[in-house]
């Protein structure tokens, strides 16, 4: 009777652990999938004001998926809310390459541009020694 | 909320072309209905330029002035710049009276003789045949002796228990910008259509120009370590009745967020836009 149900009881436990491996495979084959996971979990983060582990997450989601403008975007605005704004702008740049119609990257550049510019005008007018 | 989708720029000649476009356009527009967005408000910190950490305290001394017009350039500035620090900055402003550096107006040169002085200089330079040096220039370099004279300074510091000292030059004149100004506006024609209509007219207008350089003096050492040269302009017309002070005041209140953030981090506040 046992070596009767045996096929029955094989079958689930030997898809299961197919799944399981492919699961695996998968989330190592899938960085993009793995770089929009790291973008949500930045925005997440973001929202309740800590930029830095925002920041430290789409650096990684970049690292995944360099093709990912939306984390570039992200990043370039924790870089301008960090005040870096040499490695916002290049960041901007570089999403607004990847996706040039993207009505809310342009929007977040121009915004950006407009305080970037106020910014090296005011250094610039105060002539410092 | 969702992204809205941008024109394509697609178009096919034929039917199946149109079709393919269509189509295009429906997965784009698709996609970016999918786009999540999270609007964050963002506060852009620009730190001070000068390292104040060392000084608890701050003497906004005196000022060198240059002006044609009927102000206390040296005594507002001062008072100015003190109530600004009192509010904006974490120094502790010292309240004290310093001997004011100087007026170098050029009624105040004529009638102190200094301008016969310059003139005795000049026809010495050109009989000596040395490179002679414009009014101005020699102003700027009596100023420049005493805003450098650092045993002076030493002095004021030790006197003050060593603050970061503030001096500086100002200069402060009214001059006449009347002349022909653009004047473009649209009116329509016969058929309603509007049309832009340009025009040059005679305006009478005043300039007024605020030159600043704060000198940022070490109170122990008496050493200036540090220099900003801001200049300002406000122009009105005739009609404007704008006194010499009130535009003095505006133009101060434009150069001051830019002093403030020599000595204190300032922030941008804003909003962008995060995309998941």
């Known amino acids: 009777m046992s070596s009767s149900k045996r096929p029955f009881t094989t079958v689930p436990a030997l898809l299961a652990f197919l799944l399981a491996g492919a699961t695996a495979v998968g989330s190592e084959e899938k960085p993009v999938e793995r770089s929009r996971e790291q973008v949500a979990f930045g925005i997440e983060v973001a929202q309740l004001g800590l930029w830095k582990e925002a920041t430290y997450r789409w650096e990684k989601a970049v690292g995944l998926d360099p093709e990912n403008a939306r984390a570039r975007n992200n990043l370039a605005v924790a870089y301008e809310q960090m005040g870096d704004f040499d490695r916002a702008n290049q960041e901007y740049e570089r999403a607004l390459e990847l996706e040039p119609n993207n009505i809310y990257i342009r929007q977040n550049y121009e915004l950006f541009r407009e305080a970037y510019e106020r910014k090296k005008r005011t250094d610039r007018r105060s002539g410092s020694n | ?276």
């Open chain 2, 1 to 276: 909320m969702s992204e809205k989708s941008a024109p394509t720029g697609g178009r096919g000649r034929t039917e199946m072309g149109r079709g393919l476009s269509a189509a295009a356009a429906y997965v784009l527009a698709v996609s970016a209905a999918c786009t999540s967005y999270y609007e964050v408000p963002i506060e852009v910190p620009i730190s001070a330029k000068l390292d104040v950490e060392k000084y608890n305290r701050i003497l906004v001394a005196s000022f060198t002035t240059q002006s044609n017009e009927n102000i206390d350039l040296d005594a507002e500035t001062v008072r100015l710049l003190r109530n600004q620090l009192r509010t904006r900055s974490a120094l502790q402003v010292l309240d004290a009276d310093i001997e004011p550096l100087g007026d170098f107006s050029e009624k105040t040169l004529e009638q102190s003789g200094m301008l016969d002085k310059f003139k005795e200089i000049e026809e010495q330079a050109k009989a000596e045949g040395e490179e002679q040096i414009s009014r101005q220039e020699w102003v700027d370099l009596e100023q420049d002796k005493i805003l450098e004279d650092e045993e002076f300074w030493r002095e004021v510091g030790e006197e003050y228990q060593n603050p970061l000292i503030v001096a500086g030059k100002l200069a402060f004149t009214s001059e006449s910008r009347s002349g022909l100004v653009r004047n473009d506006r649209y009116t329509r024609d016969a058929f309603n259509r509007p049309q832009l209509v340009r025009s040059n007219t005679f305006q009478e207008r005043t300039g007024f120009v605020l030159n600043a350089e704060f000198y940022f003096i070490d109170g122990e050492t008496g050493r200036s370590i540090h220099r900003e040269r801001f200049t300002e302009e406000v122009i009105y017309g005739r009609d404007e009745q704008t006194s010499a002070l009130s535009s003095y005041f505006e133009l101060m209140d434009r150069l001051l967020p830019n002093f403030l953030s020599i000595l204190s981090p300032q922030t941008f506040r804003g909003t962008r836009i995060l995309l998941k």
